[in-house]
């Protein structure tokens, strides 16, 4: 895998940071008051939006759901090895699953991290039953979250 070319990353102005924050906070804001907000005009904050949109920095707006709310009270972090050249034909087919909220390519120990929530033991056991049933899995190692510390994940924290 190649780097990143310089001309890949996208410079954002101040302007550009505080109207990504407000979007952040709550995605159903008219570009009304966030240009009342920030005392620019509406056609700025519009224009700056679509820049962002068309040039990848905002790939799409959506929802922030809450998983316990739902149901979905457990939530596991899953290292998986995958036999031979299966890793992307897995990855695929694991990524459709309505359990997995994350699935990660890493280095070190396992080839893929898949994060995942469920509403019981039981519904995690059957997902690792399913995953062991492929064929194409060497290994797993399953954690279950105790507490969530931090989970901000799409978030404008960076900027």
Not at 35 to 57: A, E, F, P, Q, Y
Not at 61 to 84: C, Q
Not at 118 to 145: A, H, Y
Request: one cysteine or more.
């Amino acid at each position: 895998m190649c780097a990143k070319k310089n001309e890949d990353i996208i410079k954002l102005d101040e302007t550009d940071i505080k109207i990504l924050k407000i979007i952040n906070d709550d995605v159903r804001i008219s570009y009304r008051q966030i240009s009342r907000n920030l005392g620019i005009s509406v056609g700025t904050v519009h224009n700056r939006i679509d820049k962002m949109i068309k040039s990848g920095v905002i790939e799409k707006f959506s929802p922030i759901l809450s998983h316990k709310k739902l149901g979905y009270t457990l939530t596991s972090i899953i290292g998986v090895n995958v036999k031979g050249q299966e890793l992307e034909n897995w990855e695929q087919k694991i990524s459709e699953n309505k359990n997995v909220v994350g699935l990660y390519d890493v280095t070190g120990q396992y080839d893929a991290i898949v994060i995942a929530k469920f509403k019981d033991t039981d519904e995690l056991d059957s997902f690792l039953k399913e995953l062991l049933k492929s064929g194409c899995i060497e290994k797993t190692i399953t954690q279950t979250v105790l507490n969530v510390v931090k989970e901000d994940i799409g978030s404008a924290n960076i900027l």
